[in-house]
């Protein structure tokens, strides 16, 4: 698990959070801990404040989340296992499909350019 610090803009000022790389190197995706680990919380146990100890067990430093240890680290691996990227147009206005395309080409008689046979 590759850990980063990075900020986010809020209305008050920038905030410091603590994140693993996703993809596992570095050009690959950030995923904040204390939301994914409180998104884990949420969805998949009983905890009555999930936000809370997601807080405390992945704090926004990299000193801080040393100190939790153990915890910290198996909060972090849930986290990660938890996280999903959602898509990046949830409901797009209208889908195509290229099949619809093939079948057309195919009715007319026209084959298509990467048809090897002539």
Known sequence: MKLVAFRVATPIGYANRLGALLDGHQDGRVVDL???????????????????????????????????????????????????LPAPIPRPPSLRDYSIYQRHMTNTGRREPHDARQ
């Open 34 to 84: 204390s939301t994914a680990y409180g998104e884990y919380l949420t969805h998949e146990t009983d905890e009555p404040t999930p936000l809370g100890l997601a807080n405390l067990r992945t704090p926004t430093d990299v000193i801080g989340w040393l100190q939790e240890g153990k915890k910290s680290r198996e909060a972090a691996e849930q986290a990660l296992a938890h996280a999903r």
